[in-house]
């Protein structure tokens, strides 16, 4: 059964470094999948921000891109994302989820909680 | 950006009843078009793909329908763990994939 969970610090200052992990069970992130993140405003809808196969290869959201950096390291099963210079409209849920090679997200973390206050 | 619209943004409907929700593309997207349920608290759990095909698990109650630029979710007759928030995604453009605001399934 593949199962990602999210872990990173949940309460951020302004300007201050996003960084969160998602650990993979059950299934290799070096095996044919892409790894994603998507957030999640309070109440609102879900944005996807980027993803990264077992090559390293990795696409970002236009939006976001310039902030953004995510990477997956095999040996520990984990994919990272690091978020710069946040605002309080990084303020989500983010979750990580395994993305098939045309798009479809089929298995999601449960997410965690970020917040950016002063 | 491919823009999705879901209509209605709330659907009230009574157990054991149809419901029947819409998604649009602002342009063509073939049939590279998911649908996904999402309960308070919850991640996001996929239910269809392909506009059509269901899941793995995803109960026969569950149809999609459409393609190019509409789309149709229908819950054949609703149980109670359906009240939910459902999104649709294209992932036509890659790799700039977008989500809908989401209709809300609650009991009338």
């Known amino acids: 059964q593949v199962q990602l969970q999210e872990s990173g610090l949940g309460l951020l200052k302004p300007s201050e470094t996003l960084s969160l992990t998602c650990t993979v069970s059950?299934?290799?992130?070096?095996?044919?999948?892409?790894w994603a993140w998507i957030r999640q405003p309070p109440g609102k809808g879900l944005e996807w921000i980027a993803n990264?196969?077992?090559?390293?290869?990795?696409y970002y959201n236009s939006s976001l891109r310039s902030r953004l950096t995510i990477s997956v390291d095999a040996s520990k099963n984990q994919v990272s994302l690091k978020v710069t210079s946040v605002t309080a409209t990084d303020t989500a849920v983010y979750y990580c989820?395994?993305?098939?090679?045309?798009?479809?997200?089929?298995?999601w973390g449960q997410g965690t909680v970020v917040t950016v206050s002063s | 950006e491919i823009v999705m619209t879901h209509s209605p943004a709330t659907l009230s409907v009574s157990p054991g009843e149809r419901a029947t929700l819409s998604c649009r593309a602002s342009?063509?997207?073939?049939?590279?078009l998911a649908w996904y349920q999402q309960k308070p608290g919850q991640p996001p759990r996929l239910l269809i793909y392909?506009?059509?095909t269901r899941a793995t698990g995803i109960p026969a109650r569950f149809s999609g329908s459409g393609s190019g630029t509409e789309f149709t979710l229908t819950i054949s007759s609703l149980q109670s763990e359906d009240f939910a928030v459902y999104y649709c995604?294209?992932?036509?453009?890659?790799?700039?994939?977008?989500f809908g605001q989401g209709t809300k399934v609650e009991i009338k």
């Open positions: 989820a395994r993305q098939d090679s045309s798009g479809v997200l089929d298995i």
């Open positions: 059950g299934y290799p992130v070096s095996k044919g999948y892409y």
């Open positions: 990264i196969y077992q090559s390293g290869s990795a």
């Open positions: 342009r063509s997207v073939s049939n590279d």
């Open positions: 392909g506009a059509s």
């Open positions: 995604q294209q992932y036509n453009k890659w790799p700039l994939w977008t």
